[in-house]
């Protein structure tokens, strides 16, 4: 027998309706709440304990989470697919118009989050759009460097490399990009809503 037969039991769910109805009492509660919930969403600290926490790292190459740049803002671009983009062959010349229109490309779709492989310096330029950049060493320093150097040759390291980029992020996909790749814009265009 209770020994306060008229009160009733209190469950965890009880208890959690009751803090809810206090804090809705509360006229800036929604706003602190609303911060709070931002500042742990873009928390790296918040996400690694989450992921490490709920033991999201069982996929392949773990879970991941990369930025989408400056080009696109607001809540669920955890959940816009990662594409890995190679200018591995592009010519430096050329890299400020390719970042351009990647960045153009990811502002009408709001599909997709790049990931972008380089084989130069070009980080400075890569970061000022915000998005995640990985380097791979040329052909010219991969023949030039014994240490890294073997007999599959410089297109099997490549290809190694990428692979493991791949799994890393995560990327539904893998392109070279640059105008002598139009398949890759047309794939990055699928990403965004259907036009008529």
């Known amino acids: 027998m209770s020994d306060n037969p008229g009160r009733k039991k209190l469950t965890p ?25 931002t500042g742990l969403r873009e928390s790296q600290l918040a996400r690694e ?26 809540q669920g671009l955890d959940n816009v697919p990662v594409v890995i983009l190679s200018l591995v062959d592009a010519p430096p010349a050329q890299l400020p118009d390719l970042l351009e229109e990647i960045a153009r490309e990811q502002l009408l779709t ?11 310096d070009h980080f400075t330029a890569v970061r000022e759009f915000g998005w995640p950049v990985e380097l791979v060493l040329d052909e010219a320093t ?26 890393h992020y995560q990327a539904v996909a893998l392109m070279p990009f640059g105008p ?14 259907a036009t008529t």
């Open 13 to 37: 769910r009880k208890v959690a309706s009751e803090v809810a109805r206090q804090v809705r009492r509360v006229p800036a509660a929604e706003s602190v709440a609303l911060r709070a919930l």
């Open 142 to 167: 991969w023949h030039a460097e014994e240490q890294v150097a073997d007999e599959d040759g410089w297109a099997a390291y490549l290809e190694r490399r990428l692979q493991q980029l791949r799994r």
């Open 49 to 74: 304990v989450v992921s490490r926490t709920m033991d999201l790292d069982e996929g392949v190459g773990g879970t991941v989470f990369v930025a989408a740049g400056h080009q696109l803002a607001g």
């Open 110 to 120: 709001g599909g997709f989050r790049p990931v972008l492989v380089v084989s130069g």
């Open 180 to 193: 002598e790749h139009p398949m890759t814009m047309t794939y990055l265009r699928s990403l965004g809503p």
